[in-house]
């Protein structure tokens, strides 16, 4: 079974701090991406990337960045974090033509 | 006009029944569909994934795509109280999601299945 891993469920941090979430997959994916989720509006693709040190933009970019240094792992950056970046974020990562696959999200609360 | 047009419910039905889950979509390039299920405080699950047009079974679910009418449909049969989550319908026009256009999400069907 594919299996991505969010490093944390839940985080609390306060606005203008620097956030950093971070994803993990195990089956040699090229591809992974980093949607948030929030009530009433559904998921929303932020950034994917294709391979390493590959980044492209989504619907919703602004705020943040990614970083992608070794496949199996990407990684979301808030670079100022703000309360309207409260939200569920969730990691994905696919294979070529392969459906993605989601982890667990992590609840990230800006205060 | 939004893309993917999902009714978020709640949709509550008898242990038993057949349910059905329903997506229209108005871009005509997307090719690739899928439907994930999310249980509270989890990530989407992927349960059916087709391409174009057609059929698909699964064990007690079956997917259908009409392209001509831009409709999606997931049909649980004999429905269980664990089936109650969110069903979340996703599309795409690129390699299974991961072109450039990424996947496009209803904002899902909250499903109730009563004992």
């Known amino acids: 079974d594919v299996k991505v891993t969010q490093s944390s469920r839940y985080l609390v941090k306060r606005t203008g701090e620097k956030v950093f979430l971070e994803c993990v997959q195990d089956?040699?994916?090229?591809?992974m991406f980093w949607y948030r989720q929030d009530p009433g509006l559904g998921l929303r693709l932020i950034y994917f990337?294709?391979?390493?040190?590959?980044?492209e933009k989504g619907d919703i970019p602004e705020g943040y960045s990614v970083s992608r240094e070794k496949k199996e792992r990407f990684s979301l950056i808030l670079e100022s974090a703000s309360t309207n970046q409260t939200s569920m974020y969730l990691c994905?990562?696919?294979?070529?033509?392969?459906?993605?696959?989601f982890g667990d999200g992590t609840r990230l609360s800006i205060l | 006009q939004k893309e993917v047009e999902q009714d978020p419910g709640p949709l509550s039905v008898p242990e038993g029944a057949i349910v059905s889950l329903n997506c229209t979509y108005s871009?005509?390039?997307?090719?690739?569909f899928m439907w994930y299920r999310q249980y509270s405080r989890k990530g989407p699950e992927l349960l059916m994934y087709?391409?174009s047009s057609g059929n698909k079974e699964d064990g007690r679910f079956t997917a259908q795509v009409d392209k001509s009418s831009k409709y999606i449909s997931l049909f649980i049969r004999d429905s269980q109280p664990s089936d109650s989550a969110t069903y979340l319908c996703?599309?795409?026009?690129?390699w299974g999601g991961g072109g450039a256009d990424g996947l496009t999400f209803g904002k899902g069907t909250h499903l109730i299945i009563q004992p």
């Open positions: 996703a599309m795409s026009a690129g």
């Open positions: 871009n005509s390039a997307f090719q690739y």
């Open positions: 087709t391409y």
């Open positions: 089956m040699d994916h090229e591809n």
């Open positions: 990337s294709y391979d390493v040190k590959m980044k």
């Open positions: 994905a990562s696919s294979f070529g033509n392969q459906p993605q696959h």
